[in-house]
């Protein structure tokens, strides 16, 4: 079976899927999105990630076009036709369509489209040298809380550090401070082993896998703060990762082309990196036993 989509109510062949040209999301980029890991067939950190998708809507006033066990039941239909063992769910919901006007329409039904992606473990090279990040000014508006899908000065940086063959751009604010990457969230580790990450604020997206990696991080008793740090710092720093649903917990070992303690993976990111894949296997087996149980929400197995 070809892929499949998900478009306003119908699964469709991914090719087929489509939306009105006067979409609000195509004309003015008035939604927002979410991207849902999966991992053996099961999401990861579903209630998280619907808890801030939900919250994105809200803070635009986009009602939610389905319930919410709605949603989920989606997303499982198209984990089984799409056959996806390990990749993502992208969920898009946007104000909906109507004739082009700033102000919102009176009368408008949110779009709501739903597709899922098959990714390939990391390449071994990436965890074995870890990847580049260059450093960009931070030229985004003041909420980058929400989860919008206007994204284009994200695309202008992720497209410069291809452009410089760097895996992230990290953004930084007008004092000099890591805001965040394009689509991850930054972290540094430092000579006293304390991992730093941005404080949540409307600086920053507050990133699922940030979240549950602060969790992993209290579990185990390591240091931690969350508080901003300067591109300076993060260039002296002992480690460096950035985190993300895609990437997980990445090390970064150069950063606007210096090495970023001795240049190798550092030792805390690799052991949080495992951690962090152990967190997300143990998320799928908790949700197999409550499915086999039936003791899952939304009652269906994925
Ligand atoms: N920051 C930005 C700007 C992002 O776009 C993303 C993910 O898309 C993240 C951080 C990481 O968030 P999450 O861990 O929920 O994937």
Known sequence: MPRQAYVNGRYLPHRQGAVHIEDR????????????PVRERILIDEEPHLDRLERSLRELRIAMPVQRAT??????????????????????????????????PAHVSPTLVMTTRQLKPHREA???????????????????????????????????????GAYEAWQVDDQGRVTEGSSTNAWIVTEDGTAVTRDASQAILNGITRLSLLKVIRAAGYGFAERPFTVAEAKAAREAFITSSTSYV?????????????????????????QYV?????????????????????????
């Not at 970064?252 to 052991?271: E, H, K, N, Q, S």
């Open 25 to 36: 999301g195509f004309q003015f980029a008035d939604g927002v999105y979410e991207v849902v």
């Open 250 to 274: 990445m090390p970064v070992t150069r950063i606007d082309g210096v090495p970023v303690g001795d240049g190798r993976p550092g030792a805390l990111t690799m052991a949080l990196r495992q």
């Open 71 to 104: 949603l989920k039941l989606i997303a499982r239909e198209l984990i089984r036709r799409n056959d996806l063992s390990n990749g993502l769910v992208y969920m898009q919901i946007t104000r909906g369509s109507a004739p082009r006007e700033h102000a919102f």
């Open 278 to 302: 152990d967190y997300m296997a143990g998320c799928a087996a908790a949700e197999r036993g409550a499915a086999a149980t039936g003791s899952a929400e939304t009652g269906v197995g994925a």
């Open 126 to 164: 990436l965890l074995r040298d870890g990847v580049a990040v260059i450093t960009v000014p931070d030229i985004r508006w003041r909420r980058c809380d929400i989860k919008s899908i206007g994204l284009l000065p994200n695309v202008l940086v992720k497209q410069a550090a291809a452009e410089a």
